[in-house]
């Protein structure tokens, strides 16, 4: 397979990750999800909670300081959040000169936005199936999940369109968009094996 990147953005429940990884396996390539969460760790020497707190995060009121970041990373007159996204686009960026691999959200589609070998998808799906994956997947509680999957939904948006100035599940944005409500997994896998395949 020549170099290939597939980014995939997901609704929270619709499966996303999960086919993010069995696509990775099929075609025998890296997958980065919270891996990606560990190189930027590394990177810059701060916590993986700081990077996973900041995703959720989209105007710069992280109950963090600047100070915490190591001298390896240039601070100045950026909050901390844009600093993450910074150094987090940095990694996906090299992850993606590496080879071909699955990147599963970050904004990768548009961190990747000028790279020719990517193939940029989102997953959606109904938010009654959103919930029961939530619940049976996930171990949700059921007497909220509805609210929380709205909610992670609405954090994933706002973090996306504060960084990329785009509206995140828009179509334009994306070379397939798919419901996981109306398809298995692993039939949503083998399309986007093929569409990889014949890209």
Known sequence: ????????????????????KKLADELGIPFYDNELINLAAEKTGLSKECFKEAESVSTGNLLLSLTTLTPTVDSYGLPLNEKIFLVQSQVIKEVAEQGSCVIVGRSADYVLSENPNCINVFIHAELEDRVKRAVELYGLDA???ESAVLKTDKKRAGYYNYFTGRKWGKLENYDLSINTSKIS???VVYILKTYVEKR
């Open 185 to 187: 997994l692993d039939d």
């Open 143 to 145: 007497k909220n999940v």
């Open 1 to 20: 397979m020549d170099h290939k990147i597939i980014t995939i953005s997901r609704q929270y429940g619709s499966g996303g990750r999960i086919i993010g």
